[in-house]
């Protein structure tokens, strides 16, 4: 089950990338949107257990589209992911 690898991460193994399959956004969008958001909410959960862990947020696009329209949409993207953590209680000043 992937949620236990939160914790291998978390507890064991810092400084590991870690991908969250589950996000996806629509081509050119930057709203999470309807989707199904449990992989966001047990990483927020994970967050909340271990207030001294602090993570890093990327985000990526495909190659369709002007470079810098894709680099301001992936950064977007990660924003959004940051502010649903923060919405889920997480501190901002841990998420860059």
């Known amino acids: 089950m992937k949620h236990h690898a939160y914790k291998n991460l978390v507890n064991e193994r810092p400084g590991v990338a870690l991908e969250l399959t589950s996000i996806e956004f629509a081509t050119g969008a930057s709203s999470l949107g309807n989707q199904d958001n449990s992989e966001l909410n047990h990483l927020a959960e994970e967050l909340l257990e271990n207030e001294g862990v602090k993570i890093l947020i990327s985000g990526h696009t ?5 470079p810098d329209k894709n680099l301001k949409l992936s950064k977007e993207r990660a924003e959004a992911v ?13 998420i860059s």
Do not use: F, Q, S
């Open 62 to 66: 495909d190659n369709i589209g002007a």
């Open 82 to 94: 940051m502010a649903y953590l923060v919405k889920k209680g997480v501190d901002p000043n841990r």
